[in-house]
């Protein structure tokens, strides 16, 4: 216990001397990420520094391996470290599908020369990835999917299309499963392979959706070749040729994870009911609409479960019982209960909330984001599906 007071202190210490100010707004929202990637540009100079120093101090990816750009932090000082930055409302330095979904599957899969390539440069910020999974006729049954990737002995040659990829205009590199034994059953025959998103006859189209605006995309491929090794011993396919399907699920249950986790937490380091306050107003300390007041309190005590729940199943990951089956249910109920916090949120702003357009809005923002809400529920593997998956798996229900 005495050691990690010791590294709050220190933890604490650090962040106060190097998170800049204009970094301790708590300020949420797509616009105030930082991404990084070799085309990033930063929203402020203030950004640069924050994601530099935590990168160097490899805090970007705490838990990482310090070989692979992380600070090899132990779960619990983890969790200190993000305490203390939640409590200076500290921006986060760096988002990263590489984070998120990539760098699990390298760590579970890669080799050694893989991880040590790719991964420091993910902590670091330089490098954004896509993930390349859905076609047009291969969405929950993903494993139908149909994108060709040939053998010609010193590459390999892709040609297909993906779609719903998210931020693929933006992006610069992409993993993606490819087809590369049509003959094996569908199950089988698939790679996991790693595409620069700037080699010849890779493009992309936005897909706009209901809120105005989307992350998402169509990705094609024509005749793309891909290098069998990008560097010396660095191959371009991720685990052994024809089973990328164990690599993709693997992956997925991170990618579930992930999503999840938007179910979670607090609004740009608020809660509801201080939003709802500021919209509604307040009766004896209290929010003035009880009925509202009621489901907000809900929500937040549901919202505050969850988020243990999400911590008891991380550690038990990493004591070795692993996710599983249960990443659809954390899928499932994070992404149902996002939708329903942003209803109250909704309720909360009244006819202002419906407004889409001008400055005092940020040109909709919450309607916006509200209405993005709902794809929660269809990206990585729709609701429906995860009920089976909880049915069969977890479950065991029969004839499920």
């Known amino acids: 216990m005495s050691d990690l007071e010791t590294f709050r202190k220190d933890a604490r210490a650090w962040l ?48 990482w391996p310090k070989e692979y750009g992380g600070g090899s932090l132990s779960k619990e000082e983890v969790k200190v470290l993000k305490s203390e930055m939640r409590d200076m409302k500290a921006r986060s330095p760096l988002e990263s599908f590489g984070i998120w979904m990539l760098a699990p599957a390298l760590l579970k899969y890669g080799t050694h020369e893989q991880k040590l390539h790719f991964m420091p440069p993910i902590a670091r910020g330089e490098i954004r990835w896509c993930q390349g999974y ?46 590369t034994d049509p003959k094996a059953t569908k199950h089988n025959g698939i790679s996991f392979l790693l595409i620069d998103m700037a080699a010849q006859g890779v493009s992309t189209k936005p897909i706009k959706l209901i809120s ?22 660095i191959a371009a396919i991720v685990g052994d040729l024809n089973r990328g399907w164990d690599v993709a699920k693997y992956l997925l249950t991170h990618e579930r994870e992930m999503i999840s986790a938007g179910g979670g937490g607090l609004f740009g380091g608020r809660g509801m009911g201080e939003i709802a306050a500021s919209e509604i107003g307040l009766e004896g300390g209290r929010l003035a609409d009880p009925m509202l007041r009621g489901k907000i309190a809900q929500a ?16 038990e990951a990493k004591a070795g019982q692993g996710v599983g089956a249960n990443s659809s249910m954390l899928k499932y109920y994070g992404t149902e209960f996002n939708k329903r916090r942003f209803e109250l949120l909704m309720d909360s702003g009244g006819s202002e909330a419906l407004e889409w357009e001008g400055e005092r809005t940020k040109d909709g923002k919450l309607a916006r984001s509200w209405l993005r809400t709902k794809a929660n529920s269809i990206e990585g593997g729709t609701s429906e599906v995860q009920l089976n998956i909880i049915a069969k798996r977890i479950l065991q229900l029969p004839g499920a």
Request: hydrophobic share 35%.
């Open 212 to 233: 105005g605006k989307s992350p998402f995309c169509e990705t094609f491929f024509d005749d793309v070749k891909v290098p069998k090794e990008h560097a010396s011993g």
């Open 300 to 315: 937040e005590i549901d919202g505050w479960a969850f988020l243990l729940t999400l911590e008891r199943m991380k550690d």
């Open 16 to 63: 106060e001397e190097n998170c800049p100010a204009e970094m301790r707004d708590g300020a949420g929202g797509e616009e105030n990420i930082c991404w990084g990637g070799r085309n990033w540009e930063f929203q402020s100079e203030a950004q640069k520094t924050w994601l530099n120093r935590m990168a160097e101090k490899g805090w970007t990816v705490p838990a």
């Open 134 to 179: 859905s076609e047009p006729n291969a969405g929950s049954d993903l494993a139908s999917l149909q994108c060709k990737c040939e053998d010609k002995d010193d590459h390999w040659l892709v040609n297909g299309q993906k779609v719903w990829t998210s931020y693929a205009d933006e992006s610069d590199w992409i993993f993606c499963l490819v087809r």
